[in-house]
């Protein structure tokens, strides 16, 4: 990699890096941690028994050595594990304003990670297509989570499809303690739904027993919506199939609406029957509130 090219990636990277810090403020940070449990409960002291304790909690080791009741006091383990699931099939390049998908996919990462970061949690990512393309293992710090943003940014993929489901399926064999994972794609599941669906809420529901799935759906408006220009030929960006259409025909541009937004209602309903929060986010639109709103609306169904 030339200087020039290595320049440009980290002047890339410290940009997105102030602007997200600052948005992963103190409050935002709080409401990230007070909506997601940590791994359990860690042992922290023996002390003798009082009236009310749970019989369970008695130690019977010291109990016998001693000849007092104890108990064992226990703490709540705060810290966190996040992991960054992270579509870049091709599909996430698209972008009818001034930012892609992809732009945003990593701008909203950027903020959770320093959130993580705030928390003194550990942040691991996925990015991912038709297959795994790069796994980082969970750690911690600022220089690991420039690093996370990089590669998201930066990292040139092989694959052009996707496959959500073979990526849920291989977080959760390399990840085998309970962490809190954000899976952020926009969801163009190819095929019909009535063939894909049903084996990606399975995967879906079987990680979310494991793990906390949380869903970041990233969609354009302009691919609900059919512009009226004439004869316009439309290119699907993952396999590369052509279709020319009439968008001066009203009824040409009511079906594809109509089909558009059946989709997303339709997996918008199997991600939420399978207990996952799911979360739609617009490229070139502030997005802080919405986070904001997200966590605040999670925090009360949960207390």
């Known amino acids: 990699m030339n200087k020039e090219k290595t320049r440009e990636i980290l002047q890339k990277v410290r940009q997105v890096e102030i602007r997200t810090n600052r948005l992963a403020d103190d409050t935002l940070a709080g409401h990230y941690h007070s909506v997601f449990k940590g791994r359990g409960m860690n042992f922290e002291e023996v002390r003798e028994y009082v009236p009310g304790d749970e019989v369970r909690t008695i130690d019977w080791n010291v109990t016998a050595r001693t000849?007092?009741?104890?108990?064992?006091?226990?703490?709540?383990?705060?810290?966190?594990?996040?992991?960054?699931?992270?579509?870049?099939?091709?599909?996430?390049?698209?972008?009818?304003?001034?930012?892609?998908?992809?732009?945003?996919?990593?701008?909203?990462?950027?903020?959770?990670?320093?959130?993580?970061?705030?928390n003194n949690d550990k942040v691991g990512l996925l990015l991912f297509t038709d297959e795994a393309e790069l796994y980082i293992p969970p750690a911690k710090g600022r220089g690991h989570v420039l690093r996370v943003i990089?590669?998201?940014?930066?990292?040139?993929?092989?694959?052009?499809?996707?496959?959500?489901?073979?990526?849920?399926?291989?977080?959760?064999?390399?990840q085998k303690r309970k962490a809190v994972v954000f899976l952020i794609s926009d969801y163009c599941l190819t095929g019909p739904l009535t063939e894909v669906l049903p084996k990606f809420k399975s995967k879906l529901q079987t990680a979310n027993k494991r793990h906390d799935m949380v869903a970041m759906a990233i969609n354009d408006p302009?691919?609900?919506?059919?512009?009226?220009?004439?004869?316009?030929?439309?290119?699907?960006?993952e396999t590369g199939e052509?279709?020319?259409?009439?968008?001066?025909?009203?009824?040409?541009?009511?079906?594809?609406?109509?089909?558009?937004?059946?989709?997303?209602?339709?997996?918008?309903k199997t991600i939420q029957s399978c207990g996952v929060d799911y979360l739609e986010l617009v490229p070139d639109k502030p997005y802080l509130a919405t986070l904001l709103g997200f966590f605040k609306n999670r925090e009360r169904r949960h207390r």
Do not use: H
């Open 242 to 268: 052509q279709v020319e259409v009439n968008t001066n025909r009203k009824s040409v541009r009511e079906d594809y609406q109509r089909l558009s937004q059946s989709r997303r209602k339709e997996l918008r």
């Open 150 to 174: 990089r590669e998201i940014l930066f990292f040139e993929v092989e694959g052009r499809r996707t496959d959500i489901t073979g990526a849920i399926e291989f977080i959760c064999r390399v």
């Open 222 to 237: 302009r691919e609900w919506d059919l512009p009226e220009v004439g004869l316009l030929t439309l290119e699907d960006a």
């Open 67 to 118: 000849g007092k009741v104890f108990v064992k006091k226990f703490t709540e383990e705060r810290e966190l594990t996040m992991i960054l699931m992270i579509d870049l099939s091709a599909s996430g390049d698209y972008g009818s304003g001034g930012q892609s998908k992809r732009e945003l996919a990593a701008e909203i990462a950027s903020v959770l990670a320093f959130s993580a970061v705030r």
